[in-house]
T-cell receptor
Framework: AQSVTQPDIHITVSEGASLELRCNYS??????LFWYVQSPGQGLQLLLK??????LVQGIKGFEAEFKRSQSSFNLRKPSVHWSDAAEYFC????????????FGRGTSLIVHP | DAGITQSPRHKVTETGTPVTLRCHQT?????MYWYRQDPGHGLRLIHY???????DKGEVSDGYSVSRSKTEDFLLTLESATSSQTSVYFC????????????FGQGTRLTVV
């Protein structure tokens, strides 16, 4: 079975600073990879996804993520954070064969200081 | 936004009572999921459905049952609610096995007292 690790429970950055949220996965082959964002009191919204091809993926709201097979990682980045980016971020992995059911990490809470 | 409605949005119930949460979709998606979200645990899969009357267990299915009699509705039932089932419950849908982008409802906050 696949698993996802988000090592950072909380990340604090200043507005305008760059951001990187870490995600590592465990799976026997190349999985499908996702990043979701959750604003307070809301459901999850997809930021970006990787299925195959170019390992640098562009998403909504200026986010990007890079799949690194050798490190089993799919880190989320943004060059300049805005106060509205404060939210909970979830990395998810789904098998590329079989059940396709996504498994989620525990989430990283992003705090943005003005 | 994908058409997913969860009801109720909030509920307080007593220990030992049955509770049913409803997820309704207007997207005609085949796959539906129930997750619970708890601090420090992220989202954990309770049950999922891959078609009408076709359901299976997730990693935290004990104490929960589900039913799907129509494509658009997926019900989650707590037969006898316990305090450990206090949580936020999310319904999600995906279109196909390969298109695993999930769309989420807004959640149901359940408190068992």
């Amino acid at each position: 079975a696949q698993s996802v690790t988000q090592p950072d429970i909380h990340i604090t950055v200043s507005e305008g600073a760059s951001l990187e949220l870490r995600c590592n996965y465990s799976y026997g082959a190349t999985p499908y990879l996702f990043w979701y964002v959750q604003s307070p009191g809301q459901g999850l919204q997809l930021l970006l996804k990787y299925f195959s091809g170019d390992t640098l993926v562009q998403g909504i709201k200026g986010f990007e993520a890079e799949f690194k097979r050798s490190q089993s990682s799919f880190n989320l980045r943004k060059p300049s954070v805005h106060w509205s980016d404060a939210a909970e971020y979830f990395c998810a992995v789904a098998p590329s064969g079989g059940s396709y059911i996504p498994t989620f990490g525990r989430g990283t809470s992003l705090i943005v200081h003005p | 936004d994908a058409g997913i409605t969860q009801s109720p949005r909030h509920k307080v119930t007593e220990t030992g009572t049955p509770v049913t949460l409803r997820c309704h979709q207007t997207e005609n998606h085949r796959y539906m999921y129930w997750y619970r979200q708890d601090p420090g645990h992220g989202l954990r899969l309770i049950h999922y459905s891959y078609g009408v009357k076709d359901t299976d267990k997730g990693e935290v299915s004990d104490g929960y049952s589900v039913s799907r009699s129509k494509t658009e509705d997926f019900l989650l039932t707590l037969e006898s609610a316990t305090s450990s089932q206090t949580s936020v419950y999310f319904c999600a849908i995906t279109a196909t096995e390969q298109n695993t982008e999930a769309f989420f409802g807004q959640g149901t906050r359940l408190t068992v007292v």
